[in-house]
Every structure is written in structure tokens, then in C-alpha cells.
């Protein structure tokens, strides 16, 4: 399984989370203690289950970009 075919199962796995969530209103003190231990939290904010190394995986490589673009000029 290539890395793109794992987030795109991880990221459908998420959405089928998210949406149970905001269906049943909680999953449960348990299960948010076992996503958390996967690396999985609950975006308070934006209502939707995520990955922190995900996250950050995206938002160092943004920042990369950006910090080399400012280096180019």
C-alpha cells in the first residue's frame, strides 16, 4: 500500500468518525482516550477528528515552502 493510498484510508476513516460523533454527540470518554494514544483528536473548533502528525507533517511543509520562497527573493 503506497503512502497517498493510507491517507486517503486514513482520512476516510476520520470523516466516518467525525460524522458518528456529531451523530451520537460523544464516542465516549474511552474511545477519545484511544484515538489520543493513535495520535487522533477532536478539533473543538472546527467539529472534525484529526491527525497530529498529519498536522504536522502539512504544516511544516507549508512553512518550508514559505521560508524558502522568502529565501529565493
Do not use: C, P
Not at 476520520?14 to 458518528?20: A, N, P, V
Not at 454527540?25 to 477519545?32: A, I, V, W, Y
Not at 478539533?43 to 498536522?55: I, T
Amino acid at each position: 500500500m503506497t503512502t497517498e493510498q493510507m491517507m486517503t484510508l486514513e482520512k476516510a476513516a476520520l470523516q466516518r468518525l467525525t460524522e458518528d460523533r456529531l451523530l451520537s454527540g460523544s464516542l465516549g470518554q474511552e474511545m477519545d482516550d484511544m484515538l489520543a494514544e493513535s495520535g487522533i483528536f477532536w478539533d473543538e473548533v472546527g467539529q472534525e477528528y484529526f491527525n497530529l502528525d498529519a498536522y504536522q507533517i502539512e504544516t511544516f511543509t507549508r512553512l518550508a515552502k514559505e521560508y524558502a520562497s522568502h529565501q529565493n527573493s
